[in-house]
Nanobody, 121 residues
Framework: QVQLVESGGGLVQAGTSLRLSCAAS????????MGWFRQVPGKERVFVAA???????YYADSVKGRFTISRDNAKNTVSLQMNSLKPEDTAVYYC???????????????WGQGTQVTVSS
């Protein structure tokens, strides 16, 4: 059974940092792209960042320069370092693996259960 489990969410103040991690089990994703998405209640899930198997990273404009995605293929994990957090970053963050359409389209084969990030002003 393939599982993606996120961790590291929480309540932080604006301007501070948080690091999310996603641990995969059940299969390896070293040859697959992985990504992070976020969702607020009543809105669609949106792209945050993705990383290809090569290590090439891509970001939404809203987080570019503040967030960094990385992967450790030996540990089968992907992480999201979030710096200079803003209240508008508040959302449930989801880890995903194996995109079906494109990196930025929320159609992936595997999803985690999500972790809440709340940024207070």
């Amino acid at each position: 059974q393939v599982q993606l489990v996120e961790s590291g969410g929480g309540l932080v103040q604006a301007g501070t940092s948080l690091r999310l991690s996603c641990a995969a089990s059940g299969r390896t994703f070293s040859r697959d792209s992985m990504g992070w998405f976020r969702q607020v209640p009543g809105k669609e899930r949106v792209f945050v960042a993705a990383v290809r198997s090569s290590g090439s990273a891509y970001y939404a404009d809203s987080v570019k320069g503040r967030f960094t995605i990385s992967r450790d293929n030996a540990k089968n994990t992907v992480s999201l370092q979030m710096n200079s957090l803003k209240p508008e970053d508040t959302a449930v963050y989801y880890c995903a693996a194996v995109p079906r359409v494109s990196l930025a389209t929320p159609q992936y084969d595997y999803w985690g259960q999500g972790t809440q990030v709340t940024v207070s002003s």
